[in-house]
């Protein structure tokens, strides 16, 4: 078998049978031996029409967009793999363009590039179309693909890349998924322009923008726990050390404001370090994330237990000024930096119990 296509279906009776028959007309006019795979999970006539052109319908056992690939995905026999909507608003004739750098091994995943070959009137709605280059963009920016349209849904790869690739999610975030497995993966990723349609009258999308929109971010965000929490944490941490250490020396400006700033700028960076290196642990047990320099230096020199000793330490610390015998003070600065103290023993202690907690 040498090309998979697969086409995920809920309810598209008045497209898919167009969609299979522009696939089959491609797999004669190519000679290619090819199988078309519809995980479906419709209530109307769709798989009958499927299987009428030819196709392999399986029905996944959850709903959602990506559990439609996985499971369609798993089935796959041939040696390429292109996945497509079954809306008709992918035209499955442009099969061969995306073949193409695969065949000639200049790339393992092709990806077609709505922005560079024209969005048709009426085929994106404006949400999508403000939402699409910002979702791109903070994915590029915190995985560096290079990729221009990130969320294209018309794709195609080689079978041993898809072994590569770890894919866990199960709704809209599949599309961001796979780019980032790729790149992870260190797998060459070339795209390709193509049209995007808009829909036919009776074809309903199966997408919550904002919903699938927080989706798409989490995952982003998820996928990269050291730029997105981490590195602005220490640099908050950074921040808030010089000013609060600075106004004991009056160096920082106004009485008030630099010290109570300080302490604010060092809980937030600690709670976002926290975040990121928990995230990413987290992400690693699960073959989601890599280790990095991060990972590897909490892993070396921090522990649960003496996370919670640490904390404990600076909790006692900050109680201070709560004991009979004189240690009370009266300067901004010091009640600010008692108060710190005291936060992060909290922050540090029930972080660290908890990490302990889902690492058994």
């Known amino acids: 078998m040498e090309v998979s296509v697969v086409v995920p279906a809920k309810d598209e009776e008045k497209t898919i ?21 519809v995980p479906d999970s419709s209530d109307d006539r769709t798989p009958v029409i499927a299987r009428e052109k030819g196709a392999r319908v399986i029905h996944p056992d959850e709903e959602g967009y990506g559990n439609a690939y996985l499971d369609g995905m798993s089935e796959v026999r041939g040696g390429y793999v292109v996945m497509g909507d079954a ?40 949400p999508h179309k403000i939402g699409q280059p910002i979702m791109t963009g903070l994915l590029n920016l915190f995985h560096r693909t290079g990729v221009s349209d990130a969320h294209s849904g018309f794709r195609a790869f080689k079978r041993e890349a898809l072994k590569k690739m770890r894919l ?23 795209e390709i322009p193509i049209e995007l349609h808009p829909r036919r009258e009776g074809s309903e999308p199966k997408y919550d923008y904002f919903s699938d929109s927080w989706d798409h971010l989490k ?27 600075g106004s004991f020396l009056n160096l920082t400006g106004p009485e008030y404001a630099p010290p109570l700033l300080g302490s604010l700028m060092l809980l937030v960076g600690s709670t976002m370090t926290g975040a990121g290196a928990f995230v990413r642990h987290l992400g ?18 921090f522990t649960p237990g003496r996370g919670f000793w640490i904390g404990l330490f600076l909790f006692g610390i900050g109680l201070l000024p709560l004991l009979p015998f004189g240690v009370v003070k009266s300067s901004v600065q010091q009640h600010a930096l008692f108060f710190t103290s005291l936060c992060l023993g909290i922050e540090v202690g029930f972080l660290s119990v908890a990490w302990d907690l889902v690492g058994e």
Request: aromatic share 6%; proline share 3%.
């Open 219 to 245: 995952l982003i965000l998820l996928r990269a726990p050291t730029k997105a929490f981490a590195v602005p944490g220490v640099i908050l941490l950074f921040v808030g050390m010089i000013l609060l250490g």
């Open 284 to 301: 690693i047990g699960r073959d989601l994330v890599d280790h990095d320099v991060l990972s590897k230096f909490f892993s070396n020199h």
């Open 17 to 37: 049978g167009d969609c299979l028959d522009k696939i089959n007309q491609v797999f004669d006019e190519e000679n290619i031996e090819g199988e078309i795979i």
């Open 168 to 190: 866990q999610a199960g709704g809209m975030a599949f599309a961001s998924e796979l780019i980032i497995e790729a790149d992870r993966r260190g797998l060459n990723i070339e």
């Open 87 to 126: 809306d008709d608003t992918y035209d499955f004739y442009d099969i061969p363009k995306l073949l193409e750098p695969l065949q000639e091994g200049e790339a393992e995943m092709v990806v077609g590039n709505r922005v560079e070959g024209g969005i048709k009137e009426g085929a994106m709605s404006t």
